[in-house]
Every structure is written in structure tokens, then in C-alpha cells.
């Protein structure tokens, strides 16, 4: 039988500007409360550091700021089923658990797993096309139509995954308003609970909002004309950029310019240049590296989503 402990209370309601604050616990707490403060502490500082004028360093990326992110939510997550083993917050969560909010509360379980591992479907598809393009600049000229066909199936699949997204975030938060809504006049071992239950929601639209930035950057457009590769960049007049424009760019930017360029330069010739590819190649690396390390935070998380919703279902189900 696991050992009764006595959960600390978590801190009130938050805001949606998460205030960077201790949440007040006594000092002879379950050692998975105070590890879930730490946490939650970690991840409300990164999004002040987000949010913020100055909010990444030169050293740093957006793609960096997103993996951190998923780390410290998937850290979260684990220190959430931790305090699911505790013999009180069972006993709690049994107790109620013919009510609406319970209800809910395991059906949230399984929305964060859809939301989680559709995203990290479209992620990897889009590596994929991010390597089979690579692979296409290696064997192809870039006049040769088959080319042509490759780069407009990876602007589909990035078109279709921002919508995705968008579409993800939009769950993540009903679900939101769905935690804004459950009781917090319970028992003292649930709702310190559901409190971080709440906290954890806010945060996990938030981390999901910044995936959705990344992505949601301007897309190339392809028309069907032989080479006559034009992307949004080109009417915007930015395809050609100065060194401190480039710096401001994120991984997928990058790509966008760097491909159109060479399109639009070589579409009268048969051949690209070798040092174009070259450059576009190294654009293309960091960009396939950058998506291979969100998947793989996408991956931990929703290992740990699993084992959290298996968790309700076995307390529920006694």
C-alpha cells in the first residue's frame, strides 16, 4: 500500500500573466509537491523570459526557447503523476469522481494526447519533407520539374501543418476555460489538485502558442509556370536582407529565403550553383535538427500524457 501523505497547498487561481512567484507550501511537504513548485516556478519564468522585450539571448533560438519549453512541461507532467500515486489525492479523486469536473478532468487527459501527438505527427512529416528536399538539391538541377514538384509538396505540408496547429491551440484552450470553471471549495487534499491541474492547462497552451509561432511564418507559393518560384517574401521585397535581418530569423525563415534566392536567381539556367546549394543545404540542416529536437520533445511529453491518463483511469475505476 503506498504511503499516506499529506499534499501542500498550491498557490490561488493564477492570472494569465503567470506571476513569477513561490508557490507557499509547508515546510514538511511530499517531496513531488515541492519538486512540482519547482517546475511550475522553471516554466512561468521562461514564459516571463518569452514574453519579455529582450526574451532571447544571441546565443539562443526560438527553437531552443520551444525545446526548453517541452522539457520543463514534460518534467512538469511527470511530477503531476507523482502526486496522482499519493494515497490522499486518490482517495480524494475517488470521492468525487461522479461528478462533472472529474468527468471532465479525464476527458481533458485524453484531448492533451490527441493535441500532443497530432502535433508531433505533423512535425515529423514535415522532417520528412525537409529531408527529402535535401535530398532532391544533392541529385537535381532546379530547373528539372521533379524539383519543382518536391519544394511544392513541402509548402503544402507546412500549410497544412500551421493549420493544424492553430487548430490544436484552439482545443488547448476550451480546455482552459473547462479548468477555469472546476471547484476550488474541495476537500484540502484535492484542490491543491486541481489547482496545479489549472496551472499546468495555462501553460501547456502557452508553450503550444509559441510552437505555433515558429510555424506559422511566411509560407513560399509556387506558381504553376515552369520555375517562376515567387514566395510572399519576393512581394514584400525582403528577399534580399541584410546580415542583421537574417540574424532576426528564425530556422524556417531562413529556409524560405534562402530557397527562393536560388530559385528566382536560377530559373534561367540549367544548373543552380554548387555554392548556393551548399548554403541552402546548411539552412536546410539546421532547420531538419531544430524540427528533429521539437519532435523529440513532443515524443517525451506525450509518453508522459499516456501515463498520466492511465493514472485517472486506474483511481477512477475502483
Known sequence: MMKRATMASFSPKPSKLYNVGSISM???????????????????????????????????????????????????????EELLHLSLA?????????????EELL????????????????????????RGLQSALRRRKVGDSSFEDIVSSYVCIRKKMNEEIVRFVASLKQMD????AFPLD?????????RVFREASLITSSIFQSLSSFLSTP??????????????????GVLVCDNNQRKSMNELEKVDISVSNMVVHNSGEDFVDAQKVQFVQRKLEVLDSS??????????????LIHIRVSLLNILSC
Open 186 to 194: 474541495l476537500n484540502n487534499h484535492l484542490a491543491p489538485m486541481v
Open 177 to 180: 476555460q473547462k479548468y477555469e
Open 219 to 236: 509560407i513560399l507559393k509556387p506558381r504553376p509556370s515552369r520555375w517562376s518560384l515567387v514566395s510572399i517574401l519576393l512581394h514584400k
Open 107 to 130: 476527458d481533458s487527459s485524453v484531448k492533451y494526447l490527441d493535441v500532443c501527438g497530432n502535433t508531433k505527427d505533423s512535425i515529423g512529416t514535415m522532417k520528412e519533407s525537409v
Open 90 to 102: 486518490q482517495q480524494a479523486l475517488a470521492l468525487h469522481q461522479n461528478e462533472k469536473w472529474v
Open 291 to 304: 524540427i528533429e529536437g521539437i519532435e523529440n520533445g513532443l515524443e517525451g511529453l506525450f509518453k508522459v
Open 26 to 80: 509547508p515546510v514538511r511537504s511530499h517531496p513531488s509537491t515541492s519538486k512540482t513548485e519547482e517546475e511550475l516556478n522553471k516554466l512561468k519564468a521562461w514564459e516571463a523570459q518569452l514574453t519579455s522585450s529582450s526574451s532571447l539571448s544571441p546565443v539562443s533560438s526560438e527553437v531552443d526557447s520551444i525545446c526548453k519549453g517541452l522539457g520543463g512541461l514534460k518534467e512538469l507532467y511527470v511530477c503531476i
